[in-house]
């Protein structure tokens, strides 16, 4: 009782979704934050618990409230569809993913940003879409396939762009300011100065 065993394989659905409610309607693609238990809504540049993508067919589904009348399956890891914009730049393959001031709306996050990654581009977005007859069309805003990823940037030195481990010369000697932005650091063993 209480144990789910799987075998075989999930064709054409590539996440890991686990249902959640919402008082608003949502969309799939809608990137969401917590909001309280099992609840969550869209997602903007101040949520502060950002946890995944509203999942268009997941591959396996965690979590059935059978009292629920409406809930959504959250991709927590996987590919999925994503709901993107422009207004930071187009987006290239790798690039990390975070919410945008527009509630459920992805954009490109620059090395230098705080904000929490919900996931890794698949695909490029530049806002150019061609047609079936060749034509082209042009939007500010569209769908691409990520990588859910969900994490904290990695620390930068002040007005740097690079990682922690890139700041380094070697292993004993930090070759620059560090800035954490307002967060702490944990589980530090020393600082010396």
Do not use: C
């Amino acid at each position: 009782a209480g144990s789910n065993y799987y075998i075989g394989a999930v064709t054409g659905r590539s996440d890991i979704a686990e249902n959640y409610l919402s008082i608003n309607p949502l969309e799939s693609g809608d990137i969401v934050a917590a909001v309280g238990g099992i609840n969550v809504d869209r997602a903007t540049t101040t949520s502060k618990a950002i946890i995944g993508i509203v999942s268009s067919s997941p591959g396996m589904i965690l979590g059935n409230d059978p009292n629920a009348t409406t809930s959504y399956s959250i991709a927590l890891s996987g590919r999925v569809p994503v709901k993107v914009s422009l207004d930071n730049g187009p987006i290239a393959i790798g690039d990390k993913i975070s919410a945008s001031s527009v509630a459920g709306v992805g954009i490109n996050v620059n090395a230098t940003t705080t904000a929490t990654t919900v996931g890794i581009a698949l695909e490029p977005f530049d806002g150019w879409t061609t047609s079936s007859d060749g034509s082209k069309t042009f939007s500010q805003t569209g769908k691409i396939m990520v990588f859910v990823n969900l994490g904290q940037p990695q620390l930068a030195a002040s007005k740097g762009t690079g990682s922690l481990a890139e700041m380094t010369a070697n292993t004993t000697s930090l070759n620059g300011d560090l800035n954490v932005n307002g967060f702490s650091l944990l589980n530090v063993k020393s600082i010396s100065g």
